[in-house]
């Protein structure tokens, strides 16, 4: 016990000391950028003027340094495309078995707990993870200002994490699943996904060690650290021998939660900090403020996953631990906001041209709202009554797909016809498809949030019963299917929008020639 | 690029400090119940461990807690639930399966609340037989369907019907004899300076 406690205390010490030092670094190095820095987005002459909407209009700069990733770049954002489809069909189905309980219920593999699994792992694993990083690597480049090395790995890389995850399906319906949510891939695919993630880290810091640059924009930052976290929190959480009895539910929440705060959304919130003030044409409001919510950003968030097992049977100390860290992330969360916001709403009239940034700044709104509501259902009081109930799953796609997955929508929309020097065929559609998302995702959590709160008022009710917990649900399911639908319906809106202009591309070819 | 160390340096000493205290911390503290063996648990069957193996296949972790909470936070002990959970109750657990969803009734102490055998069985083939406002999938799938003569020692009577058999298949067995297992009622032992959140 006495060398435990010893241990406990040097690990202590040896962290606190390395914040400490690095504190200082940062008040004497780096919270001095100059605020031109912010500027780094821009070519000679586009700074003050929005970002045209045609692609003939692009400057040949960024044109030579999005020519240099085109084929990874299209190979991951595809993948992404075809494996959001699948995932929000699989989404929408268990969300229907919940109100329809005997909808196609005749086969094993269409079974409720095995269609949410795949939803949720394919939606991480396929959609959230292959659109990220592909939105990220293609501003690499751009924000190194060399063009990307090893474009040859990252397309292997994909390939072999397109396996990985078909791999891992198939093991889900197989019954080979590790058992914890979101890491139920069993554990020799993870080891597939653990190389192909090193592979995608090679032409990222191999082209980041290139560049010149004195200083890096803030969009890389978020990007460096996300695969420095990253595969460190993946190997971990997945050498499930390390981890026993109740302490593997605390593990497995640090790392579920971190899948959001250390994963996706520094991928989300960085290519929010490159697309919302490129588009506009003007820098964010702040841009030392951008870099002091990103330090936010990685105490806070990193020690949130404690406040899952709220008034379970872990350690009081550690519990109030990830609830005090869940609050102290209104520091990072209201940073970013003021740095979005505030460029947003002075430039209020550029979203009535440009439907990315209505995508962009649709996320980062969201972003602002699913982490203050974070906040919120972290204290106890709240998660008495939040707890086990929906009001979790409408919080999840409040910033899954309110805020991510908007991002990423608007970065798709952005960079495809950059990459492909070709317009999207039908602008009106990528219209339809934000406003059919953008309302559909809040029918979706309004109903299913509003649901929840009733749902955990039954829960706490000793004179009712577990019947009306569920009964009151009912309207609130319906709803959120309805919203689910209006989701999914996007989508495919999406993807006829993104094979028109692949097909667009090859018929021009074949009249080339 | 000079001061990518800072970079490097402060990105790390954030997240080592997230692993020591959300990992390591916990797993020094909470492993020490699990060496000393204080538990009112019993080790799972072999039996019992397949069951709990297709309880993960079937993902009934995503409606069914095992955790119940104090009154404080929650009606568990009201709806008749069990005591509130201890970490002695979780060392034969791995995967651990508390859960974070209570779509369905907390199952902690399920085997202890619904002892029959022949009402799980029901239960699973379908639900709504027996509990008439519950939204939980059918699990049809595991079970033969028979008309006719009772087919075989095990089948059961599909209630309400005059002909209708079922015949669990080995995968329903394991999962009831799990579920049936599934018992933290005893008085939990109290190891020296263990405090557990309310």
Redesign the interface.
């Known amino acids: 016990?006495d060398s435990?406690v010893a241990?406990?205390i040097l690990?202590?010490a040896?962290?606190?000391t390395?914040?400490a030092?690095?504190v200082v670094?940062?008040i004497q190095?780096?919270v001095l950028v100059p605020p031109e820095a912010a500027l780094a987005i821009f070519s000679d002459g586009e700074a003050g003027e929005p970002e045209p909407d045609r692609t003939s209009q692009m400057s040949k700069k960024w044109r030579e340094l999005d020519r240099s990733a085109r084929f990874p770049i299209m190979f991951f954002l595809v993948s992404s495309i075809i494996w959001l489809l699948l995932g929000s069909f699989l989404g929408l189905l268990a969300s229907f078995?919940?109100?329809q309980?005997?909808l196609l219920?005749?086969?094993?593999f269409l079974?409720?707990?095995?269609v949410?699994?795949l939803h949720l792992n394919i939606i991480a694993y396929g959609w959230l993870s292959f659109a990220g990083l592909g939105l990220s690597l293609w501003l690499v480049p751009r924000i190194a200002k060399v063009p990307l090395r090893a474009g040859g790995v990252l397309t292997v890389a994909g390939v072999i994490w397109n396996i990985g995850v078909v791999l891992g399906c198939l093991g889900i319906l197989h019954?080979y699943?590790?058992?914890?949510?979101w890491l139920e891939f069993w554990w020799p695919i993870d080891i597939l996904l653990a190389v192909a993630g090193a592979m995608v880290a090679f032409p990222l810091f191999k082209t980041?060690?290139e560049?010149k640059?004195k200083h890096?924009y803030v969009t890389l930052?978020y990007v460096?650290?996300a695969f420095?976290?990253f595969p460190?929190?993946f190997v971990?959480a997945n050498t499930?021998f390390?981890?026993?009895?109740?302490?593997?539910?605390?593990?497995?929440w640090?790392f579920a939660h971190?899948v959001l705060g250390?994963w996706v959304t520094p991928l989300g919130l960085g290519i929010i900090y490159y697309l919302l003030p490129k588009i506009i044409g003007h820098p964010v409001a702040s841009y030392q403020l951008s870099l002091f919510g990103f330090?936010g950003l990685?105490?806070f968030y990193?020690?949130v996953?404690?406040h899952?097992?709220?008034?379970?049977?872990?350690?009081?100390w550690?519990?109030n631990?990830?609830i005090v860290m869940s609050v102290g992330m209104v520091v990072p969360v209201v940073t970013v906001a003021i740095n979005h916001h505030v460029t947003a709403y002075r430039h209020f009239k550029v979203l009535k041209e440009s439907v990315v940034l209505r995508f962009v700044v649709f996320g980062a709104m969201m972003y602002t709202l699913s982490s203050l509501q974070g906040c919120l259902h972290s204290s106890?009081t709240f998660n008495?009554v939040s707890?086990?109930?929906?009001w979790?799953?409408s919080h999840a796609h409040l910033g899954l797909y309110g805020f991510t997955t908007m991002v990423f929508f608007g970065g798709i929309y952005f960079a495809m016809p950059r990459l492909l020097g070709r317009d999207w065929t039908r602008p009106w559609l990528v219209n339809a498809h934000f406003w059919i998302a953008a309302i559909g995702v809040l029918i979706y959590t309004i109903a299913l949030g509003i649901g929840g709160v009733f749902q955990g008022m039954a829960?706490?009710?000793?004179?009712?019963?577990?019947?009306a917990?569920?009964?009151v649900t009912?309207p609130y399911l319906i709803g959120r299917s309805f919203g689910g639908t209006m989701m999914l319906l996007s989508h495919l809106i999406l993807a006829y929008n993104v094979g028109s202009l692949l097909w667009a591309g090859r018929r021009g070819r074949k009249e080339a020639a | 690029?000079k001061?990518a160390y800072?970079?490097?340096?402060?990105?790390?000493?954030?997240?080592?400090?997230?692993?020591?205290?959300?990992?390591?911390?916990?797993?020094?503290?909470?492993?020490?119940?699990?060496s000393e063996g204080v538990s009112v648990q019993e080790p799972y069957t072999e039996q019992q461990a397949m069951g709990r193996?297709?309880y993960?296949?079937?993902?009934?972790?995503?409606?069914h807690?095992q955790?119940v909470?104090?009154?404080?936070?929650?009606?568990d002990e009201?709806?008749g639930w069990g005591r509130?959970?201890?970490?002695s109750?979780?060392?034969?657990?791995?995967?651990?399966?508390?859960g974070?969803?209570?779509?369905g009734?907390d199952l902690s102490n399920v085997g202890s609340r619904q002892p029959s055998e022949e009402w799980h069985h029901l239960h699973l083939y379908d639900?709504?037989l027996l509990v008439e406002?519950?939204?939980?999938?059918?699990?049809?799938?595991?079970y033969q369907q028979r008309t006719g003569e009772k087919p075989a020692d095990k089948a059961l009577k599909v209630p309400e019907t005059e002909d209708e058999w079922i015949i669990p298949s080995e995968e329903a067995d394991a999962l009831v004899a799990y579920l049936l297992a599934l018992k933290r009622d005893a008085e939990p032992p109290q190891p020296a300076g263990e405090?557990?959140?309310?």
Not at chain 2, 89 to 98: G, R, V
């Open positions: 016990m435990q241990f406990l690990t202590f040896i962290s606190v390395g914040m030092a690095f670094a940062l190095k780096q078995k919940l109100h309980p005997t219920d005749a086969y094993d079974s409720f707990g095995k949410r699994t019954g699943s590790d058992g914890l949510e980041v060690l560049s640059e890096l930052w460096l650290a420095i976290w460190v929190l971990i499930h390390l981890h026993v009895g109740a302490q593997q539910a605390i593990a497995n640090w971190n250390l330090w990685a105490l990193s020690q996953g404690g899952h097992l709220i008034g379970s049977p872990l350690p009081t550690l519990i631990l990830s106890r008495y707890h086990f109930t929906h979790t799953v829960l706490r009710d000793p004179a009712g019963s577990f019947q917990s569920v009964e009912l | 690029m001061k800072i970079f490097v340096f402060g990105g790390s000493s954030t997240l080592l400090l997230s692993i020591f205290l959300l990992v390591v911390a916990p797993r020094l503290q909470m492993g020490v119940v699990q193996k297709i993960i296949e079937y993902g009934c972790i995503y409606c807690s955790q909470r104090d009154p404080v936070a929650g009606a009201s709806f509130p959970s201890v970490p109750d979780y060392i034969y657990d791995q995967p651990h399966l508390m974070t969803s209570r779509t009734p639900p709504r406002w519950s939204i939980m999938p059918r699990h049809a799938f595991l405090k557990t959140d309310e």
